[in-house]
């Protein structure tokens, strides 16, 4: 998705690999940690951005009464 999370992955990793002290082991891996986490939330922040087109007003305009219904009543946990 974005250049900056592999890139900074393989940093973590090559860092990990390296010589380091218990300390900056200690703290490449915090980093390494965060981002995991960073990739994990841009994801859902990305997946979540994609969620209005599905309802634009031509996508509903489109549809029938019944479809629409039928996806309330799913979304509500009624059906």
């Known amino acids: ?3 900056y999370r592999p890139l900074a992955a393989s940093q973590a990793a090559e860092a990990l ?7 900056q082991r200690r703290g490449v891996e915090r980093y390494a940690a965060l981002v995991e986490q960073m ?4 994801t859902a922040i990305l997946a ?8 634009t007003i031509e996508t509903v305009s489109a549809k029938s009464g019944l479809e629409l219904g039928i ?3 799913l979304r509500s946990g009624r059906l």
Do not use: N, R, T, V
Request: net charge negative; aromatic share 4%.
């Open 48 to 55: 979540l951005a994609d969620e209005p087109a599905k309802g």
């Open 1 to 3: 998705m974005f250049a």
């Open 71 to 73: 996806e309330a009543l």
């Open 39 to 42: 990739q994990a939330e841009s």
């Open 17 to 23: 690999a390296a010589d380091l002290s218990a300390e």
